[in-house]
C-alpha cells in the first residue's frame, strides 16, 4: 500500500508565503500525494505549480468556522473552481447543526455540492465541537446533500481526528461515501490506524515524515502491523 495516495498535502496555515506554497506542492508531486490542500487563493498557482504531476488541487470553502452564508460558499466555490479546483473540502454550518436547524444545514451544503458541479466535495464535520448524536446528525446531512466525503476536522479547532471518530463515521454514512481523517495525524502508525477504522483519505501537514517512515518501514526498519489506538495527536 503507498500511502502517499491517501494523503492531502495540507497547505492551509495563514502564514504560509507563495513560495513556500510552491515547496508545498513540490513535496505533494514527488512524493506522489492524492492532492494538495490549499487555501483559496492558492488555487491558481497550486494548479500550475502541479500540471501534469497527476496530483489533484483541493481547496477549502468557509474555512474554517463554516459559518459565512451560503451565498458565499456558493461564490467561493464557484470562484475556486473558475480557478481550477478538482476537490473541495467544506466546512459545514457548526453552530447550525448544534441548534438543530438541521434542513438548514443540509441546503447549505447542497447548495456547495451543486456550485461544485460533480467535483469530489467532502464536509468537514469539526468534530471537536460535536457530540457524537451530533457527528451522526452531521454525516447524514452530508451524505443526503450529495457530498463524497465526510472529514473529521481542519486542523485548526482544539481537536482532531481519533478512532473513535472515524468509526462511528464510517458506520453511519453508506459506502458510497468516503471518509477522511484530518487534525493531528502525525504519523504513519496513526495513519494506519485511523486506515484500520475506516478511513481512506488522509489530511496533513507531516507527509514527508509519514512517507519516510514508510520508506523505512519497506527496508525492514520498522514493524509492519500498526499498535492499536494509535491515532494522531489527540
Ligand atoms: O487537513 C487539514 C489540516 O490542516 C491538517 O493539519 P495538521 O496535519 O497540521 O493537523
Redesign the pocket.
Known sequence: MNVAKMI?H?L?RPELTPEEVRQGCAVAARHGTASV?VRPADVAPAKAALHGTGVLVGTVVGFPHGSTPTAVKVAETRAVVEAGADEIDVVLAIGLLRGGEHDAVRDDLAAVVAAAEGRVVKVILETAYLTDEEKVHACRLAESAGAHFVKT????APG?ATLADIRLMRATVSPAVEVKA?????TLEALLALYEAGATRF????TEAIVAEQAALERGERPAVPSPGAAGDY
Open positions: 492531502d495540507a492551509l490542500c476536522s481542519t486542523g485548526f482532531g484530518s487534525g493531528g495525524v502525525r489530511g496533513t501537514t507531516a
